[in-house]
């Protein structure tokens, strides 16, 4: 059964940047299939803020437009979210997420949280 796990998260000061990281164990293949990262804060919905497709075309969210970058290894099978130039509006707890015939699947989250 596939499971998705994300790591990277952390304190961090207002500026500064984080790298999150999205692994499969199990038989999710991530350039199968789109792979999403949302986020969710404290009192408020997941939202979306960027995906990647099996092409390799990226979206994001406005709000992390520029300062977010989402990207493949295929080779490792990991996804990543590359964070620069975070704000306290951006602590949240993040989670990787992708659908497939057999269902869809999220991670447990990473918790990330910009402060000074």
């Known amino acids: 059964q596939g499971r998705l796990l994300e790591s990277g998260g952390g304190l961090v000061q207002p500026g500064r940047s984080l790298r999150l990281t999205c692994a499969s164990s199990g038989v999710i293949i991530f350039r199968l299939g789109t792979t999403n990262w949302y986020r969710q804060a404290p009192g408020k919905e997941r939202e979306l803020v960027a995906a990647?497709?099996?092409?390799?075309?990226?979206n994001y969210a406005e709000v992390v437009k520029n300062r977010f970058t989402v990207s493949r290894d295929n080779a490792k099978n990991i996804v990543s979210l590359q964070m620069n130039d975070l704000k306290a509006q951006d602590t949240a707890i993040y989670y990787c997420?992708?659908?497939?015939?057999?269902?869809?699947?999220w991670g447990q989250g990473t918790q990330v949280t910009v402060s000074s």
């Open positions: 990647i497709s099996p092409a390799g075309n990226t």
């Open positions: 997420n992708t659908k497939r015939a057999s269902g869809e699947y």
